[in-house]
């Protein structure tokens, strides 16, 4: 009420420049107090102390001058006028980031970095911690540019807002370099998660691209590589979590698909914890389905490419439309055998059962062979069959001779036995 009356005095005094230079800081108030007001609508029963501090941090960050009738001291016609320029630069900062309110540090953080990359300009960080976030101009000391800001967590609803911006950035930044200082591993991670996501095994240079134009920057190959690690960890969780979580895992999917057979080797260490060996999984209709499959499994191993250098082992059938049915799985530490006579004794006593003439495909490690051939295995004829896996045998031959003309001529040789099974397809075309 009081700014009012001394509104109302100078219109009688006819005191209009007076008048005019009062309605700029006036207006500056009115944005400063729509601030205060966001700030009380959005306290829903919280404690008016806590609320109280974020409007008395607000209100003391930009020095608003408590007494009006103090007002010409001050020349608030000057742009260089801390206290006028101040909260303006704010508001256009926070318009040109299309927020002001952030979830959490790493929001907040984000959207200053692109900030900063979009506007060609470096910051630096001068203070983090948990509920704060200060960050300087690159180049102050080069170019004596005074821009900085704080982001600081709000006690009463625990979101981060700017309460201190100085701008602007007066130092002149061109983009004379490939890449940006702010640019970094995070970022990446944050900009490129989304196909990361889709595609987990998408390249470095699709990402760096996606990075170049999405930012207009290039990014080294390994800023970039750790930026997909990152990504896979947020996505996928870490290496270890991952281990400590397929017990969990495996037995949710025994609990609501009965008679997935999983099986756990483990060995018990002195300090009671557990050495993982491996697991064999097979999913319940694979093992329902393979009574309907032809005679035949191949099983092939694959490495890890993650942190641990474990191998996944695979069974798969082939059905009577010649499509593939995953059989069986296992994780192993390494192929040796030991896992192979582990992983094909489950296969043939949870998928294969009393079936019997199954021919078995492998390729050609030691470990299978030997597991394969030994007295009393079921993949001996009569009983059962094993044969090479013609691509293995093809790719191995070529590796010695590397001779295009003599892979053809092997792979021809090897799947000779084919032609009546051809002919029989041809027929049925
Ligand atoms: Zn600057």
């Not at 101009?137 to 967590?153: F, I, T």
């Not at 960890?233 to 270890?240: A, C, I, L």
Request: net charge neutral; aromatic share 12%; with cysteine.
């Amino acid at each position: 009420m009081s700014h009012m009356n001394s509104i109302l005095d100078m219109i009688r005094n006819e005191d209009f420049d007076t008048l005019s230079r009062f309605a700029v800081v006036n207006n500056e108030m009115n944005s400063e107090s729509d601030d205060v007001d966001e700030v009380q609508r959005d306290g829903i029963g919280d404690e008016t102390k806590a609320l109280n501090e974020d409007v008395d941090e607000i209100v003391n960050e930009f020095h608003v001058p408590s007494n009006f009738t103090n007002i010409e001291e001050i020349d608030m016609t000057t742009v260089d006028n801390w206290s006028v320029s101040h909260s303006v630069r704010k508001n256009d900062f926070t318009r040109q980031l299309g927020k002001d309110t952030f979830k959490d540090k790493e929001e907040v953080i984000r959207a200053i970095k692109l900030h900063a990359i979009r506007t060609h300009k470096y910051f630096e960080v001068v203070e983090t911690c948990l509920t704060i976030w200060k960050i300087r101009c690159k180049l102050h000391s080069e170019s004596g540019c005074k821009w900085q800001l704080r982001a600081s967590k709000l006690k009463r609803n625990g979101y981060f807002e700017i309460t201190k911006y100085i701008g602007p950035h007066t130092c002149l930044h061109y983009k004379i370099t490939q890449d940006h200082p702010n640019l970094d591993a995070r970022l990446i991670a944050q900009e490129t998660e989304h196909l990361i996501k889709e595609q987990p095994s998408i390249s470095i240079p699709a990402l760096r691209a996606e990075t170049i134009n999405k930012l207009g920057y290039t990014p080294s190959y390994k800023k970039v590589w750790v930026g997909k690690e990152k990504a896979i960890e947020h996505v996928f969780g870490n290496w270890d979590d991952s281990y400590t979580d397929l017990p969990k895992f495996l037995s949710a999917l025994q609990h609501f698909n009965r008679d997935t057979i999983v099986e756990w080797f483990i060995t018990r260490l002195d300090n009671n914890q557990v050495e993982f060996i491996h697991v064999f999984w097979s999913f319940a209709p694979s093992i329902k389905g393979f009574e309907h499959c032809r005679p035949v499994i191949s099983i092939d191993a694959t490495h890890f490419y993650g942190k641990y250098n474990g191998k996944m082992m695979i069974g798969m059938g082939v059905d009577a439309k010649n499509q593939i049915l995953p059989l069986a799985f296992a994780i192993a530490e390494n192929e040796s055998y030991n896992s192979w006579y582990s992983f094909l004794s489950h296969v043939k006593r949870h998928v294969v059962k009393e079936r019997e003439g199954i021919c078995l495909i492998s390729y050609r490690h030691p470990g299978i062979l030997k597991v394969v051939n030994e007295e009393g295995s079921p993949w001996l004829e009569l009983r059962g069959f094993h044969r090479y896996c013609l691509r293995h045998f093809i790719n191995n031959f070529n590796d010695k001779f590397h001779n295009s003309q003599l892979k053809t001529l092997a792979y021809r040789a090897g799947s000779q036995n084919q032609v009546m099974f051809r002919k029989y397809q041809l027929h049925h075309e």
